[in-house]
C-alpha cells in the first residue's frame, strides 16, 4: 500500500476506512513551549498568543521535532472571550498558559449585554488565525491543520465564573440562554473563519458535557441546542468533541455523529474515566472515530519507554480493528513529560500501528 | 432543635433554596441553636447531597448551590467556630483559577471544626509552606484540576522538605485528575477524591496517620 500523507491517513479513521497506519495526534498545549524555550526567541506565552506567525512557526517546530500526523494550534482560550473585556491574568512562569482573570459577566443581567463578536476583529482571534493561514500555506492539504476552540457553554463558563454559570443555570436560566445565543453565534463564526483560512477540524471542547459536572438533562438544555446550531452553522469543518471529564457523555456525543454531517469523533482520557477504550470501541466505535490510547497523567509522564509501547501495543490492538481511531493522549501534556516519551510515543504508534 | 428547624435548614442545602438560606442561619443563632446542632444537620444534608452527586442524581449545579447555602446558613456562626480539631492550610497550586472542590473542602472542614486558612486560588507554592509555617499548620492541603499543573504539587514537597517540614506536616492533595497512584508517586501523605473523603482524610492525619488515601471504590 502506497504511504498516505497525513490528512488521508486522518480522513479516513475519521470515515472508518482503511490508512496505512493509525494516525498520531496529540494536544500539546502548553507542554510544546515548555519543551521549546530554549528554541525560541520570544519568551512566554503572552508573546506567542499575539503573534500568529509565531504560533504557527512553534506548530511547525515542534511537530517536525515530535512527529504525528496534526498540526494543533495551542490556543490559551482567551482569544475569543477578551472580545467581551475578559481579561487574562499573565501567569509568573514564562512557559504556563495565561489564566482568566476579570470576567465580563458577574450578574445575571450582564448575559445580556454581550454582543455578538467579529472574529476578524475582536479579541485576538484574527492572531489564531494569522496561524491558520500561515499554516495552510506551509501544509497545504498534506497535514490536517486543527484549532481548538471551546463549546459554547464551555465559552461561558470563561466569560463568568464556572461556580457562576452553573448557579444560573438552576436559578437564572433565562438570563444565562440570552448570553448562549450571543456566544454560540460568535463561536460559529469563529470556526467558520478558522476553516477559511485553513482549518480541517476542530477540537470542539465540550468540556461541559460529563456526568461530574453536568446532568444528561442540563447538558440537553444548555449544551444541546448551542452545539447542534454550531455544527449545523460550520458545515466547512469536521469536528471532533473533546471532553475533559471522567464521565463524558458519549450517548449525546454519539447523538451528535449520527445526526449531524461534520461530527466525527470523540477524545477522552479512556484510561482515567468511564467507559475505557474496550468499552468505548464496542459500544460507540460504530458512531465515532475515538481518539484516546494513552495516559497522558500517569505513562506518558512517568512511564518508561517500555511502559509507553506496552500502552501503545494495547490499545492499537484494542481500537485498530474497523479503522474509526487515532491514537492519542486523553488531553493536554504535563510540561514535565520526559521528550523521550513524547518520542517514544510517537514511534511505537507507527511500529504497533500499521494496518497492511 | 426541634424536627421542623432540623427540616427547614435540611431542606434549604438539599433543595438550594438559595434565597432562604441566609435567613434561616440567623434565625437559627437568634433561637439559640448551636453551631454544632447546625453543623450536624448541614452535614447530614450534604451527605445526602454528596450522595446523589457520587451517583449521578445530581451534578455540580446542585453541588454548588447546596455548598452555598451550606455557607450562608453557617455565616453567623463561622465567626464563632473553636476550629479545634486541627490547623488546615488549603489552596489552588499556582496558574490554576479553579476552586469549586478547594471551597467544598474548606467548608466542610470549617463545619468540623478545623482551623482552615484558606489562599484562595493561583497560589504562589513558597505560600502554601510560609503560611503553614506561621500558623504552626498540622496539614497543607493543595488541589488543581489541571494536568498541566499537577507537577507543582511535587513542588510543594520539595519545599517542605527545605523549610524542615517534612514529617511534621502533612501534605495532602486533590482534584480531578488526580489518583491515589499518582499521589502515592509524588509522595503525598494524604489524597481525597472529594470533600466529604477530604474530612475524614484529615481526621486520619491530624491523629498522626502517615498516610491516608481516600479514594473512591469507583476512581481508584
Known amino acids: 500500500m502506497k504511504e498516505m500523507t497525513s490528512m488521508q491517513r486522518f480522513e479516513a479513521a475519521l470515515k472508518h476506512e482503511t490508512p496505512d497506519y493509525v494516525p498520531v495526534s ?20 503572552v508573546e506567542y498568543g499575539r503573534n500568529g506567525i509565531r504560533m504557527a512557526n512553534t506548530t511547525i517546530k515542534f511537530l517536525d521535532d515530535v512527529g504525528g500526523d496534526t498540526a494543533y494550534i495551542l490556543s490559551d482560550v482567551g482569544e475569543i472571550v477578551q472580545g467581551w ?22 450578574e445575571p443581567g450582564d448575559w445580556e449585554k454581550l454582543d455578538v463578536l467579529d472574529p476578524l476583529i475582536d479579541g485576538r482571534m484574527p492572531t489564531y488565525l494569522d496561524a491558520c493561514e500561515v499554516l495552510r500555506d506551509k501544509y497545504h492539504d498534506k497535514v490536517p491543520i486543527g484549532v481548538d476552540v471551546p463549546s459554547a457553554l464551555t465559552t461561558c463558563t470563561h466569560v463568568a465564573p464556572m461556580e457562576t454559570v452553573l448557579i444560573h443555570m438552576l436559578t437564572e436560566p433565562d438570563a444565562l440562554k440570552k448570553g448562549l445565543k450571543t456566544v454560540t453565534k460568535t463561536v460559529g463564526d469563529f470556526l467558520n473563519a478558522c476553516a477559511n483560512e485553513g482549518a480541517y477540524y476542530a477540537a470542539y471542547l465540550t468540556t461541559r458535557a460529563s456526568k461530574e459536572i453536568t446532568t444528561l438533562e442540563q447538558y440537553q438544555e444548555f449544551g444541546v441546542p448551542t452545539d447542534k446550531e454550531i455544527f449545523k452553522n460550520t458545515p466547512g469543518l469536521m469536528h471532533i468533541c473533546h471532553v475533559c471529564g471522567v464521565e463524558p457523555m458519549f450517548e449525546i456525543i454519539s447523538d451528535y455523529a449520527r445526526t449531524t454531517k461534520n461530527v466525527k469523533g470523540i477524545s477522552w482520557w479512556d484510561r482515567g474515566a468511564k467507559p475505557n477504550l474496550t468499552e468505548a470501541k464496542q459500544k460507540w466505535g460504530k458512531d465515532l472515530c475515538l481518539m484516546a490510547g494513552i495516559d497522558h497523567t500517569n505513562t506518558l509522564t512517568t512511564g518508561t519507554i517500555q511502559d509507553i509501547e506496552k500502552e501503545v501495543e494495547e490499545s492499537c490492538k484494542i481500537a485498530m480493528p474497523g479503522s474509526g ?3 492519542a493522549p486523553g488531553c493536554d501534556i504535563s510540561p514535565k513529560t520526559p521528550k523521550e516519551n513524547m518520542r517514544a510515543m510517537v514511534k511505537a504508534a507507527r511500529k504497533h500501528g500499521k494496518y497492511r | 432543635m426541634d424536627k421542623s428547624q432540623y427540616q427547614r435548614i435540611y431542606d434549604c442545602v438539599v433543595n438550594g433554596k438559595a434565597a432562604e438560606a441566609q435567613k434561616i442561619g440567623e434565625e437559627m443563632k437568634k433561637a439559640g441553636i448551636k453551631s454544632t446542632e447546625i453543623g450536624s444537620v448541614l452535614i447530614d444534608a450534604m451527605n445526602l447531597v454528596g450522595h446523589r452527586y457520587r451517583e449521578r442524581e445530581i451534578a455540580l449545579p446542585q453541588l454548588i448551590l447546596a455548598t452555598h447555602c451550606f455557607k450562608k446558613i453557617l455565616a453567623p456562626y463561622t465567626a464563632e467556630s473553636r476550629g479545634s480539631e486541627g490547623i488546615v492550610v488549603v489552596g489552588t497550586v499556582k496558574n490554576d483559577i479553579h476552586d469549586i472542590g478547594k471551597n467544598l473542602v474548606v467548608s466542610m472542614l470549617q463545619v468540623y471544626n478545623y482551623t482552615v486558612h484558606d489562599l484562595g486560588k493561583d497560589v504562589p507554592l513558597e505560600k502554601f509552606v510560609s503560611e503553614a509555617k506561621r500558623v504552626n499548620a498540622g496539614i497543607i492541603g493543595a488541589g488543581t484540576l489541571l494536568t498541566a499543573t499537577m507537577p507543582e504539587l511535587s513542588e510543594i514537597i520539595n519545599l517542605m522538605k527545605e523549610a524542615g517540614m517534612a514529617g511534621k506536616v502533612k501534605f495532602a492533595v486533590g482534584g480531578a485528575p488526580l489518583t491515589t497512584t499518582y499521589a502515592k508517586h509524588i509522595g503525598a501523605d494524604g489524597y481525597a477524591a472529594d470533600a466529604i473523603l477530604a474530612v475524614e482524610m484529615a481526621g486520619h492525619l491530624i491523629k498522626g496517620e502517615q498516610s491516608y488515601l481516600a479514594a473512591r471504590q469507583d476512581k481508584a
Do not use: C
Open chain 1, 26 to 45: 496529540y494536544f500539546s498545549g502548553i507542554y510544546m513551549l515548555h519543551w521549546m524555550k530554549d528554541q525560541l526567541t520570544w519568551k512566554d506565552t
Open chain 1, 85 to 106: 473585556g475578559v481579561r487574562m491574568k499573565i501567569a509568573d512562569e514564562p512557559d504556563i498558559h495565561m489564566a482568566l482573570g476579570k470576567f465580563a459577566v458577574n
Open chain 1, 325 to 327: 481511531f487515532i491514537f
